[in-house]
């Protein structure tokens, strides 16, 4: 499976960014599908994981209650809704896909990934 992230871009702090993964191929809702920041400074973190279909969801500490992950079938594509940004959200976003279709905060978990888009949240 191929993935294409988007819908990076500057906004100022407290502002809202929307991400979105396309995928390829028809089995794409099977994949478990998950978001990872990395900032030049830090190793690649977990920020939001979807199951296959969208049965189940899960969130990094740092994110949750402020972001939310979703996908629609008919497109083929996750979303990440990032409200009340703020500045140590700034960082490369991408996505990951896993065959196994569950929710996972490894990235070892993750067979495909795409390339990043950058957030950059201004104080």
């Known amino acids: 499976v191929q993935l294409q992230a988007s819908g990076g871009g500057l906004v100022q702090a407290g502002g809202s960014l929307s991400l979105s993964c396309a995928g390829s191929?028809?089995?794409?809702?099977?994949?478990?599908v998950g978001w990872f920041r990395q900032t030049p400074e830090e190793e690649r973190e977990f920020v939001a994981s979807i199951a296959r279909f969208g049965t189940s969801t899960y969130y990094a500490d740092s994110v949750k209650g402020r972001f939310t992950i979703s996908r629609d079938g008919m497109k083929n594509t996750v979303f990440l809704q990032m409200n009340n940004l703020k500045p140590e959200d700034t960082a490369v976003y991408y996505c990951a896909a896993a065959e196994r279709g569950g929710i996972y905060d490894s990235r070892r978990s993750y067979d495909f990934w795409g390339q990043g888009t950058l957030v950059n949240v201004s104080s």
């Open positions: 191929g028809r089995t794409f809702n099977r994949y478990g």
